[in-house]
T-cell receptor
Framework: GQNIDQPTEMTATEGAIVQINCTYQTSGFNGLFWYQQHAGEAPTFLSYNVLDGLEEKGRFSSFLSRSKGYSYLLLKELQMKDSASYLCAVRDRGGSQGNLIFGKGTKLSVKP | DTGVSQDPRHKITKRGQNVTFRCDPISEHNRLYWYRQTLGQGPEFLTYFQNEAQLEKSRLLSDRFSAERPKGSFSTLEIQRTEQGDSAMYLC??????????FGPGTRLTVT
């Protein structure tokens, strides 16, 4: 079956660094995505990994290990506006079919 | 604003009624996806179009659900004989080939 696990909630302090982990077991793999979703709003794209290693984009970095079925999202210099849910999603097939399988999301609360 | 629009943003309906939602994707995007999201969960894939062709339907999409994308541009999702379990946020996303998906603001459906 398809399974994506991530912690339900995390709390961190403004200015700090936080790492949100995601493990996955899917029938196939063609890329891992991280999305940010503020309450009541649509998910917005943050990062994409298809090869092992670290992808950095400003304050956000994402890491992938395909052999371990593991990814993390690293948020640096946390700001209050980073309080949101962070969704890990796997695209399990390539070619013409590219729907995403989402985890339940990690609700991050950033405190002053 | 990702450039994907959905209408209406909110819909309250009585059990047994039919409802139709519309999604307008980013104009050059050939792929369009429908997802459903309930509170505390990640989005769940419903169906996917490439241009006007509906290429995949999830088993979550019962016979009461139908989706169209007649000219390969906007799409509609219809739910017939709504049930209380259909209450959810219905999200539309679009992408250019197999690149990242951009989500619309969603239609929140409440079935009373």
């Amino acid at each position: 079956g398809q399974n994506i696990d991530q912690p339900t909630e995390m709390t961190a302090t403004e200015g700090a660094i936080v790492q949100i982990n995601c493990t996955y077991q899917t029938s196939g793999f063609n890329g891992l995505f991280w999305y940010q979703q503020h309450a009541g709003e649509a998910p917005t794209f943050l990062s994409y990994n298809v090869l092992d290693g670290l992808e950095e984009k400003g304050r956000f970095s994402s890491f992938l290990s395909r052999s371990k079925g593991y990814s993390y999202l690293l948020l640096k210099e946390l700001q209050m506006k980073d309080s949101a849910s962070y969704l890990c999603a796997v695209r399990d097939r390539g070619g013409s079919q590219g729907n995403l399988i989402f985890g339940k999301g990690t609700k991050l609360s950033v405190k002053p | 604003d990702t450039g994907v629009s959905q209408d209406p943003r909110h819909k309250i309906t009585k059990r047994g009624q039919n409802v139709t939602f519309r999604c307008d994707p980013i104009s050059e995007h050939n792929r369009l996806y429908w997802y459903r999201q309930t509170l505390g969960q990640g989005p769940e894939f419903l169906t996917y179009f490439q241009n006007e062709a509906q290429l995949e339907k999830s088993r979550l999409l019962s016979d009461r659900f139908s989706a169209e994308r007649p000219k390969g541009s906007f799409s509609t999702l219809e739910i017939q004989r709504t049930e209380q379990g259909d209450s959810a946020m219905y999200l539309c996303a679009s992408s250019l080939s197999s690149l990242e998906q951009y989500f619309g603001p969603g239609t929140r459906l409440t079935v009373t």
